[in-house]
Nanobody, 123 residues
Framework: VQLQASGGGLVQAGGSLRLSCAAS????????LGWFRQAPGKEREFVAA????????IYADSVEGRFTISRNDYKKTAYLQMNGLSPEDTAVYYC?????????????????WGQGTQVTVSS
């Protein structure tokens, strides 16, 4: 599966953005999907993930209650709705996919990655 993330941009603190991750290839519904982010000088960190059925989601503590991950298997697209953004959310955001029934928050558990989209939150 190939992934392409989009929807990043510059937003003021308190604002919202919705990221999209469009997939190409077969059997999109067989994949768990995750969002990760990486700020300059920092390691890539987990943000959110959704399992193959869409019924189970997990979030990093730092975004719980502000971000929502979802998927539309018909459109082969995953989304990350980000509300209440703060400058600490500034990073390059990556979507990732891994086939199977599990749900992981470690980057090493995902085989397929998109190219990243920049999110910048101004104070």
């Amino acid at each position: 599966v190939q992934l392409q993330a989009s929807g990043g941009g510059l937003v003021q603190a308190g604002g919202s953005l919705r990221l999209s991750c469009a997939a190409s290839g077969r059997a999109f519904s067989d994949y768990a999907l995750g969002w990760f982010r990486q700020a300059p000088g920092k390691e890539r960190e987990f943000v959110a993930a959704i399992n193959w059925s869409g019924l189970t989601t997990i979030y990093a503590d730092s975004v719980e209650g502000r971000f929502t991950i979802s998927r539309n298997d018909y459109k082969k697209t995953a989304y990350l709705q980000m509300n209440g953004l703060s400058p600490e959310d500034t990073a390059v955001y990556y979507c990732a996919a891994e086939r199977g029934y599990g749900l992981e928050n470690r980057p090493s558990e995902y085989r397929y990655w998109g190219q990243g989209t920049q999110v910048t939150v101004s104070s």
